[in-house]
Nanobody
């Protein structure tokens, strides 16, 4: 019943922008931090950004700070990742994930081990 569905991926040139969406169903964002992760071929899944369930505190990996922005629309139960100034190194499958009670108990907001629920992923390719 609890589902996360990513959308918005695609092919974009370096320097371009994309906005990813993570639509949640079966739960609200009240007690779930929502994180964005990415995985390139042959590499480990890494945390990109996270927004907490309470006051909406945001977290970013150093590699995307200043370029990516995470936000949420509670009315739509959707979290977004605005990606600007995209680089070829950003090419990966992007996943959103939900972490129950992470905000309350605390932890590493960009650690995949904190997250219990995952979407199917959306491909982002940055290439000339």
């Amino acid at each position: 019943q609890l589902q996360l569905v990513e959308s918005g991926g695609g092919l974009v040139q370096p320097g371009g922008s994309l906005r990813l969406s993570c639509a949640a169903s079966g739960f609200t964002l009240d007690y779930y931090a929502i994180g964005w992760f990415r995985q390139a071929p042959g590499k480990e899944r890494e945390g990109v950004s996270c927004i907490s369930s309470g006051d909406g505190t945001t977290y970013y990996a150093d590699s995307v700070k200043g370029r990516f922005t995470i936000s949420r629309d509670k009315a739509k139960n959707t979290v977004y990742l605005q990606m600007n100034s995209l680089k070829p190194e950003d090419t990966a499958v992007y996943y959103c994930a939900a972490a129950p009670w992470l905000t309350y108990y605390g932890g590493n907001y960009l650690s995949r081990g904190e997250y219990d629920y995952w979407g199917q992923g959306t491909q982002v390719t940055v290439s000339s």
